[in-house]
T-cell receptor, first 113, second 114 residues
Framework: RKEVEQDPGPFNVPEGATVAFNCTYS??????FFWYRQDCRKEPKLLMS???SGNEDGRFTAQLNRASQYISLLIRDSKLSDSATYLC??????????????FGKGTHLIIQP | DTGVSQDPRHKITKRGQNVTFRCDPI?????LYWYRQTLGQGPEFLTY????????KSRLLSDRFSAERPKGSFSTLEIQRTEQGDSAMYLC????????????FGEGSRLTVL
């Protein structure tokens, strides 16, 4: 089983729709979780952290389920500018550096007009 | 621009040649990371520095790869005797010591080995 697994997509979603995708992680000792966003041919950037109680940032909601070892990202009222690859990131897994950041392969999202 | 900068942005080389990439992190950041990313994959960790000390290296980092951060500021990543499998985007990132999990990435150095 891979350390961090995501459905690579692509997810083709009409503008204004709600889209959700999940990520599973294999190490139950993982400490922290994040979603990064990567635009085509650009560098990854932090989108949001994922807290145990779930958290929301505008149209974006992230949730964590430690028992099932998955995190989710929900995007409401999707915009064309949301088209990007969303990387699931887990901290506290060996081999990721002192911050232990291990990246998933990413989920490719395409918002269609 | 006070972000992470990398140079060169693109490098095309022939198999067997040596290449060197440079990374200038955000000035107040003491942590510096090198990642490698290939098409359709997420970034894969290569190595990590805290100040000038190289604290961790991935098993992905073969003996042909060496990284330095001599004065705790900029870093270089050298690949000796390049192979076609080394073709990838090499990403540098930096962070401070607050351990929030936020890495600030540079735009990357794309390597093509012919």
């Amino acid at each position: 089983r891979k350390e961090v697994e995501q459905d690579p997509g692509p997810f083709n979603v009409p503008e204004g729709a709600t889209v959700a995708f999940n990520c599973t992680y294999s190490n139950s000792a993982s400490q922290s979780f994040f979603w990064y966003r990567q635009d085509c041919r650009k560098e990854p950037k932090l989108l949001m952290s994922v807290y145990s109680s779930g958290n929301e940032d505008g149209r974006f909601t992230a949730q964590l389920n430690r028992a099932s070892q998955y995190i989710s990202l929900l995007i409401r009222d999707s915009k064309l500018s949301d088209s990007a690859t969303y990387l699931c990131v887990v901290k506290g897994y060996s081999g990721g550096g002192a911050d232990g950041l291990t990246f998933g392969k990413g989920t490719h999202l395409i918002i269609q007009p | 621009d006070t972000g992470v900068s990398q140079d060169p942005r693109h490098k095309i080389t022939k198999r067997g040649q040596n290449v060197t990439f440079r990374c200038d992190p955000i000035s107040e950041h003491n942590r510096l990371y090198w990642y490698r990313q290939t098409l359709g994959q997420g970034p894969e960790f290569l190595t990590y520095f805290q100040n000038e000390a190289q604290l961790e290296k991935s098993r992905l980092l073969s003996d042909r790869f060496s990284a330095e951060r001599p004065k705790g500021s900029f870093s270089t990543l050298e690949i000796q005797r390049t192979e076609q499998g080394d073709s990838a985007m090499y990403l540098c990132a930096s962070s401070d010591s607050t351990n929030t999990g936020e890495l600030f990435f540079g735009e990357g150095s794309r390597l093509t080995v012919l």
